[in-house]
């Protein structure tokens, strides 16, 4: 057995370390998805989906190519590790992986967008205490 080290690399997560904390990110993995995309000088976005957005199963022509679709979907899966931020946009996306639309996919493009824009954000963990507080409802 040998000491590597500090891990830095590891699955697409980059870990950099800070007096403040661990910062978890996956910059490298949103750089190579935008390449494969085609979408590294894409106009970025401010949101990762319209706000009020409705996904729906009809109303556009179905998307030429639903492994392409799947693909893309699939890594953005993977991204939500470390980008809660677009959790919820690609859960809207992932209800769609069996007959996506072309709607879908514009869908999928804004994620995109927004992920280029936000290409350098992720999750800092910070050391504190480990009191856990829970919160109930009484009816």
Known sequence: MKDLGLLHYFLGLQIDYHPQGLFVH??????????????????????PCHPNQKLLNQGSPLYSDPTHYRNIV????????TRP????????????????????????????????GTIDWGVCFRPGSFDIRAYTDAD
């Open 26 to 47: 996956q910059s490298k993995y949103v750089q190579d998805l935008l390449q494969k995309t085609d979408m590294v000088q894409c106009k970025s976005c401010t949101t």
């Open 74 to 81: 699939g890594a953005l899966q993977y991204l939500t590790f």
């Open 85 to 116: 931020d677009i959790a919820y946009s690609v859960n809207q996306v992932c209800q769609f992986m069996h007959t996506p639309l072309d709607s879908h996919f514009v869908a999928v493009k804004r994620i995109l967008r927004y992920l280029r």
